[in-house]
């Protein structure tokens, strides 16, 4: 079965403001240019490529948070943006923005909250092995906000994989990690195997190298 199918994905960014001497308006930026990629059910895939690539807007598509300008998209056997709302819950992103938890809450409260507002609430208790397999346990009382950026990767990553969903889209997943916590997550990835479909972006191609099953790249 094919998880994820690309054909021609184009997407541009317009160009933003009016022109004035003191604040030129952005350029337009084409993010993407007719890229294509196939990835099947079970394969974990790397992306590399340069800063500014496109990777980011690559997995932001595929999970429906942005709309490609041309080309065509199918995720889990659903054409986007058509099929969105059969993919969601389905698939799960982990990206850089820390925003997506609410600061002030503590680790335990962002976890319980997040995961009993999806289209099937995970139970607390299922957390609990990821929650232990990353170490998170001596902070899950800590205020989000008084995390290190490390610490903060390990949260997202177990809300993530709590999820327990077909698809995980990781942007950067190995940023900021610890040893230990760079260890769990190749472990986990290898465990997925043949089991979920995984598509991770990362300018470090060494990581990629030896947690995916093969890696593309995008110029």
């Not at 933003?16 to 007719?34: C, E, M, T, Y």
């Not at 923005?97 to 962002?110: D, G, K, P």
């Not at 327990?164 to 916590?181: K, N, Q, T």
């Not at 043949?194 to 995008?218: D, M, N, Y």
């Amino acid at each position: 079965m094919t998880a994820v199918l690309l054909d021609s994905v184009t997407k541009i960014f317009p160009r933003r403001g009016a022109w004035n001497l003191l604040n030129p308006p952005s350029p337009q930026v084409d993010a993407l240019k007719g890229v294509s990629l196939r990835v099947e059910a079970g394969e974990i895939v790397g992306l590399k490529g340069r800063n500014g690539a496109g990777k980011t807007t690559l997995l932001k598509i595929v999970a429906g948070a942005l709309y490609a300008d041309g080309g065509t998209v199918e995720v889990l056997g659903h054409p986007l943006p058509r099929g969105e709302e059969k993919i969601k819950g389905r698939v799960v992103y982990v990206g850089p923005e820390e925003r997506s938890f609410y600061f002030r809450l503590t680790v335990r409260q962002n976890l319980k909250f997040f995961l009993s507002i999806l289209p099937n609430p995970v139970k607390e208790d299922s957390a609990k092995q990821w929650e232990e397999m990353f170490g998170i346990g001596p902070f899950l009382h800590r205020r989000f906000d008084s995390l290190s950026t490390g610490e903060r990767q390990k949260v997202a990553l177990v809300r993530a994989f709590a999820m327990d969903a077909p698809l995980y889209l990781l942007d950067e997943p190995f940023r900021s990690l610890d040893d230990i916590g760079l260890t769990c997550l190749r472990e986990i990835l290898k465990k997925f195997q043949g089991q979920k479909t995984v598509i991770i972006a990362s300018p470090q191609e060494h990581a990629l190298l030896s947690a995916c099953t093969r890696t593309e790249t995008l110029a």
